[in-house]
């Protein structure tokens, strides 16, 4: 038997067991040789009436093992007192005999010597890992995959490749949810302007038909043909929480709908627009899915010439007197009894339906194509040419205002301003206005602020807030930049 202090350590109060090293490079997995006997003691208990207060009493104490995923009550290691039901409490390899006196004197216990048996099954991803690989990969251990369904989803660096077959039979292993393992081979984008990529498998059947469940909602689709990533969920959430329920969204590169069709559950209306026609056609299988056609209405085209067809389809439904239409929830008749001779009592009106009407004007644009979606903001040039009627301070207009844009795009990764400024600058140029960076605490939708007036020239200053998503790669970060889209972009001459 190994000596105990040489098989694990501590962190504060945990006890952390060492895995094997197996350096076996990239040899088959061999699984038997990461199992282990590590010696500690345990106190066996002679009347298990008694366990909860001994375990009680030598957690107070510390003294019982505290592990992950090993339980301190075990079986008795004699198997025919095991056999009649006894256990024993594991205790903390630091201990010594003379602390239980208590229990041993009083008989309700014995310290024993006990052999805790660890293998394969035991071990983390990230301790069969550490084991495998040489300590000069450990840091960056592969782990921040993307999760489509059972597929996962690796982009590995050059040094990981020739662990790529063990990486994915581990992991597939440890995930049970996994049955999948894929690793990218080129950029998303660089060679489809659909952000679908090439990929090899890995482990695995090669089935990439998939059904994700993401804001209350329900996805299938061929994760070879669509682009979409989980690690995004929160920025999906984070723009659906800004929507209101009544106003129109216009999703320009919707994808298969992780935008449009949750913001369809609050009630907003939603034209979704996916130039991909197979994501098209997993948007179109969404919206029934998840009941939300009266909400979302689903496009396919250009979304350079789709902003402007949206911003004059609303109005035209809103004159039109479109509605989105909810029928009435219908309660089954209860059955009363009658035997009493009392005169039922008369029926209710039935429900009606509910009619929502589509306002004149879209509320928010959402542009989640983070490679060129800035490429896009020209588009908005004469949005609302001929229509200024719509926003004028009169009670018609209801207080509407021009439409929110959130615009996605990549910058490099930095810890100051750097990176927000340049995204900035690149709005700026693109929508041929001048722009700022909003400062902290300072709302780009809050009244007043889309053409502040700023400096001795008087020229209106377009307010952008730019939020840092995600960081997805060492030097590389997703950012959203989102504006008030000003009257001098709105108004324009068309071209």
């Known amino acids: 038997m190994s000596h105990p202090e040489l098989q694990y350590h501590v962190e504060g109060e945990m006890t952390v067991f060492q895995v094997p090293i197996v350096r076996t490079g990239t040899a088959a997995l061999n699984r038997a040789l990461f199992s282990k006997s590590i010696g500690i003691a345990a106190a066996a208990v ?45 205790l903390n390899p630091s201990v010594k005999a003379e602390v239980l006196k208590d229990g041993v004197q009083k008989k309700d216990l014995s310290v024993i010597p006990y052999e805790l048996k660890l293998d394969y099954d035991y071990w983390s991803y ?65 060679e489809s302007e659909f952000r679908t990529f090439q990929y090899e498998v890995l482990a695995g059947p090669d089935d990439m038909h998939v059904t994700v469940n993401e804001g209350d909602c329900t996805f299938e689709f061929d994760y070879s043909k669509v682009y979409w990533n989980s690690k995004l969920e929160t920025e999906h959430r984070r723009l659906v929480t800004l929507f209101q329920p009544g106003e129109v969204v216009c999703d320009v590169m919707a994808g298969i709908g992780p935008f449009a069709v949750p913001a369809g559950k609050k009630r907003v209306f939603v034209w979704a627009n996916d ?37 004059d389809e609303v109005l035209e439904a809103s004159r ?6 909810i029928p009435p929830k219908v309660k089954p008749p209860r059955r009363s009894s009658n035997s009493s001779g009392r005169q039922p009592s008369p029926r ?16 928010h644009f959402v542009m989640n194509l ?19 009627d719509l926003f004028a301070p009169s009670p018609s207009a ?15 990764k930095a810890d100051d301003d750097g990176p927000k400024l340049d995204v900035c600058e690149r709005v700026s140029k693109a929508l041929g206005v001048r722009v700022r960076l909003a400062r902290e605490g300072e709302d780009p939708a809050a009244e007043g602020v889309e053409e502040e007036k700023v400096g001795e020239d008087g020229v209106p200053e377009v307010v952008v807030g730019v939020h840092l998503v995600r960081a997805v790669a060492p030097a590389k970060s997703m950012y959203c930049a989102s504006f008030r889209l000003p009257r001098a972009v709105a108004f324009a001459a068309r071209d």
């Open 275 to 311: 130039k991909n026609p197979e994501s098209f056609k997993c948007l179109e299988a969404a919206i029934q899915k998840n009941k939300v056609a009266p909400f979302v209405r689903p496009f396919c085209e250009d979304g350079r010439t789709f902003i402007r067809r949206a911003a």
């Open 370 to 388: 983070p490679a060129s979606a800035i490429e896009f903001l020209p588009g908005y040039r004469g949005l609302y040419a001929g229509h200024e």
């Open 398 to 412: 209801n207080g509407r205002r021009l439409p929110m844009v959130h615009v996605h795009c990549f910058g490099p």
């Open 46 to 90: 002679h009347d298990n009436k008694t366990i909860a207060h001994y375990r009680k009493a030598l957690q107070a104490s510390k003294e019982i093992l505290q592990a992950d995923r090993v339980s301190p009550i075990c079986p008795h290691p004699d198997k025919t007192l095991a056999d009649q039901g006894r256990k024993c409490l594991l």
């Open 348 to 363: 209710r009106a039935a429900p009606k339906e509910e009619r929502i009407p589509i306002p004149p004007t879209i509320s």
């Open 126 to 190: 990230r301790d069969v890992m550490a084991s495998i690989l040489p300590e000069e990969l450990h840091d960056e251990i592969p782990s921040g995959f993307n999760i489509a369904g059972h597929v996962a989803h690796l982009n590995l660096r050059d040094a990981y490749v020739p662990y790529k077959h063990l990486i994915a039979e581990i992991l597939l292993d440890k995930n049970p949810q996994i049955r999948t393992v894929i690793n990218k081979v080129d950029n998303v984008g660089a």
């Open 320 to 325: 039109r007197g479109d509605c989105a239409v």
